[in-house]
């Protein structure tokens, strides 16, 4: 493999170039109008302009994107995460094209892209469920009778979703024929296809996924967990690996379901089992991710391996250079998601321009990102502008690490979740491991933050007055706080 063309944008794509470029594989990039200047585009080794800004009319043009392929001498496409990463008639295209998706095969795609279809191929292997119904409803009466039986509160699922989307909660009987219909429109709106299924939704959950990697040969690993639990809207904000409420013994259950959900349907190259873990340290499937996750950086980390250089050996038919007993956890990783959303306006999105953007840096600091200061933050994709991660001796050393590395980074002209993460962070919940996917409703209000962003404006602005007075002889002096507790110092200029 010589040459791939790299199907996505941004981080995920400059990512998977620089890891092709220390294997002397040569990258093509493709891009919309409106990414034409992005840091992403500059470093492939050729680029072409797929379209208008709409992913619709750009990156999700599968067919453009294989001619491309086919009049550059492309071997092979790596699909990042998103766009048509998960779409199996794609993969089929790709390879009757004569490329090499580096990827699963598109029959795994088919059986794990559909929740229930996963769920009744894991159901093979013993791999535990959580209570709910046996395949897609649509029937009022239907639903209503089996919410009984199962209990309130539940969740109703769109079958082909993710991301949050076609997902309600419901908490009575009252509730269900509303959340259904909204949950089916939904579906049908995001994904195109309206079934939904009924599950328990279990108390305190966590959301701790398994990261695996198999190859063409019959060989099979996982590499530890994640712990995703802190999301907004069901999508993920904060992750980090290991998971600090994780045994070794379950740990290892897990990691071996995952395993074998990954074996029930022939799969190769990198992907996520997810798990629902409850307030008891039971743990339930829910769905496969058939390609690398956002997140991925934090297995990275705690493993020494490269995901993206895994996936593409995988995929050039070699067998993985190691095996489960090799691998070793080293340390703690925790990744922020850097998103241009306001979280005091319920982390709606914050279109703009980075006037100033400066990323931190030092030992155990990794930026992934796309952008750089000056640039427009484009309407029409996600939101995220950059992963930050950190890796530390333990998870105390990754927490304070993360905090720094928050403060340092420099970003106006956008609001950003940087502020949130930084409360997460300080947390005393977050900070003791009890926590799960309610953090937001039980411990955040908007205001938080405000009170927070008016503290750093008084101190601003008693620093500027000391300044303007000419008072700089005080030098190292503390600057006095409403609270007193101010690290702000007075430096000789």
Known sequence: MKKILIANRGEIALRVMRSAKEMGIQTVAIYSEADRNAPFVRYADEAVCVGP????QSYLQGDKIIAICKELGVDGIHPGYGFLSENADFVRKVQKAGITFIGPSAEAMDLMGDKLSAKATAKKYKVPMIPGSEGAISDLAEATKLAKEIGFPLLIKASAGGGGKGMRLVEKESEVEEQMKLAISEAISAFGNGAVFI??????????????LADNHGNYVYLFERECSIQRRHQKVIEEAPSCVLTPELRKQMGECAVNVAKACNYSGAGTVEFLVDDKLNFYFLE??????????????????????EQ????????LSFTQEDLKINGHSIEVRVCAEDPTNNFLPDIGNLKTYRIPSGPGVRVDDSFEEGMDIPIYYDPMIAKLI?????????????????????????????????????????????FDTGFIPKYFKPEMLNKSNDQEEEIASIFGAFMSAGIASKANEHVP???GKSKWRLNRV
């Open 199 to 212: 599950e328990k939704y279990a108390t305190g959950p966590r959301h701790i996924e398994i990261q695996l």
């Open 53 to 56: 800004p709409p992913s619709a």
């Open 481 to 483: 706080t409403s609270s």
């Open 390 to 434: 950190v890796h530390g001796k333990d998870r105390t050393d990754a927490i304070d690490k993360m905090l720094r590395a928050i403060q340092d980074y420099q970003i106006t002209g956008v609001e950003t979740t940087l502020p949130f993460c930084s409360f997460v962070l300080k947390h005393e919940a977050f900070v003791s491991g009890k």
């Open 288 to 309: 496969m991710n058939t390609r690398l996750q956002v997140e991925h950086p934090v297995s990275e980390m705690i493993t020494g391996l490269d995901l993206v250089k």
């Open 312 to 319: 593409i050996k995988v995929a050039r038919g070699e067998k």
